[in-house]
């Protein structure tokens, strides 16, 4: 049996990693939701250039606004799509990608100053470093990603690629599932100190991806507008798949870069995704997680978040909840994979 010395245990600090990795998490949430408002309201072409560091202040003068609406001015969404608009119109828009960014930048540092400040203090248990080097990585790689999906609206386009949206939200929601897993892993640790950490196991690889893919099928939807096409349901107009749709050759890219398509692939796949998950979930209920009455209470929640969405017409309210909330599904989805994949004392 692995020994651990009582001086290790009093210089780590598992259950201090664990409740700063919770609240990372919660940062991720934040900036997942501001972006949904950010998509939703049209801004995220609204800031042209990519400034990791000066973009923190904002303009400051009635000059500063000017040319940065000069620079929005040149893009074809403003062009094609937006000419006209006054620059207190640019600045409502600004204010909602300014914050995105803002936020994300808020995050990238409370994930690595802490992480600095816990290696220094030799507080991080063995085996952790290579995981939290790792995740914070994915977080700077999201930046970049964040950068590359606006860059594609800037020139020729009238918004960013769809496929680079669905890639920015996965990364983000890969991070912060990567997060959340470890912090509970690490409050396993400081509950018992020969707790190994969890694995993967079957069930809970199946319902995460079905999950993510499911999300993936929804940044598609969001990014061609596809929640437009139809607002009705369970049908589309009067038929399940509508009649007299122009398909795309070859035909596979239709599931991908045709809306109507899309909305239907959404609708239904999300009925795969809640049967994986629940299935997951009653494995979790079973080894005792509450985790798994979770996963239920929000596959329901976000199955009629998804419908009342469609027969809104995508109202920016209910549209920005049916985002947050399959935020929140996969965080409960990840501690009931986490449960399920603990090693059990004997």
């Given at each position: ?63 500063q606004w000017l040319?940065e609406f000069a ?214 209920t079973r080894s ?59």
């Open positions: 049996m692995l020994q651990v010395s009582p001086a290790f245990m009093a210089q780590t600090r598992p259950q201090a990693l664990a409740r700063w990795l919770f609240a990372v998490a919660g940062l991720i949430l934040a900036v997942l939701v501001v972006g949904g408002i950010t998509r939703l309201t049209n801004s995220g072409l609204s800031i042209t250039r990519w400034q990791p560091i000066s973009g923190v202040i904002p303009p400051l003068t009635h000059a040319a620079n929005y001015q040149r893009i074809p969404e403003y062009q094609q799509l937006n000419r006209g608009m006054t620059l207190s119109g640019f600045q409502a828009i600004f204010f909602w990608e300014y914050l995105h960014r803002l936020l994300a930048r808020a995050t990238g540092a409370a994930f690595a100053l802490p992480l600095i400040w816990f290696w220094a203090k030799r507080q991080i248990p063995a085996g952790y470093k290579p995981r939290l080097v790792a995740l914070l990585a994915l977080g700077g790689l999201q930046g970049a990603v964040g950068w590359w999906m606006v860059s594609s609206g800037l020139s020729v386009r009238t918004d960013v690629s769809h496929i680079r949206l669905a890639i920015h939200l996965l990364t983000a929601l890969v991070t912060m599932g990567g997060i959340v897993w470890t912090a509970l892993d690490l409050r396993a640790l400081h509950e018992d100190r020969f707790a190994a950490p969890a694995r993967l196991t079957g069930v809970a690889v199946t319902a995460l991806l079905l999950l993510l893919t499911q999300i993936a099928w929804g940044a598609f939807t969001a990014g061609l507008d596809a929640g437009y096409a139809f607002s009705s349901w369970p049908l589309m107009g009067d038929r399940l798949f509508p009649a007299g749709v122009t398909l795309i050759d070859p035909l596979w890219l239709n599931a991908i870069n045709n809306p109507i398509v899309v909305q239907f692939v959404h609708r239904w796949l999300a009925f795969a995704a809640a049967a994986g998950l629940l299935w997951l979930a009653v494995r979790a005792g997680a509450y985790a798994g009455y979770a996963v239920v209470a929000l596959v329901c929640l976000q199955i009629a978040l998804g419908i009342t969405t469609l027969l809104s017409g995508v109202r920016i309210g209910v549209a920005v909840a049916h985002q947050a909330n399959a935020a929140l599904l996969l965080i409960a989805a990840v501690a009931a994979a986490h449960a399920v994949g603990e090693t059990r004392k004997v």
